[in-house]
């Protein structure tokens, strides 16, 4: 369960106060897969990264019962000057797993190479996914935080992730971020949908595909 009270969160652009989250009450249900839908620029990822601690609000609390991953996708949680392995081995600390083990898996999975064993700071955007979303899905999590990454790499690579987060599921739940609806169909069984500061829950998939449909021919608002 993760409970949202009285969140809010905002940027200053030139200025101008943007307002994000604006004054979130909810609770999510435990054990559901969600996805989460909006615009391009409508607070998605600024969302996940409170949910997982990494960024703080303005104002209200988010509680929840439960282990829950970093954003997968986002590379916040990696130190840039530390190698892949460096950062696969402090993290598997930090959550009290098998340091050898994860970093087995790790390396396996992110098929990285030698860059394992190099900067994070020399990796690319799509090598820079891939270990996270490595490292992610070898800690046990009670829900995954996933922007996007399901998509990076090519076909084989991402049939394998695909593989990899459909194992997960049976045991954990998770908040999805795609633009890909066939993925969210696959993976989710509700939804949310951010717009304007707002955020709707639908426990059906399709009414939340539906409004976010809605959502992206209408307008963009304005928010200030």
Known sequence: MIVFEHLTKSFNLRGI???VIDDLDMVLPTGASLALLGRNGAGKSTLLQMIAGTLRPDHGRI???GSISWPVGFGGSFHRDLTGAQNVRF???????DTEELEDFVADFAELGRHFHMPVRSYSSGMRSRLTFGTSMGIPF??????????VGDKAFRRKSQTLFRDRMRQSSAILVSHNTEDLRQFCDAGLVLEAGRLEYFSDLEAAIARHEEVMAAPRPSLA
Do not use: H, P, Q
Not at 91 to 97: D, M, Q, T
Not at 142 to 151: G, I, P
């Open 91 to 97: 993290l598997a600390r930090v959550y009290g797993v």
């Open 63 to 65: 509680v929840s019962d």
């Open 142 to 151: 009670d829900t995954y935080l996933v922007d996007e990454v399901t998509a």
């Open 17 to 19: 106060r943007k307002v």
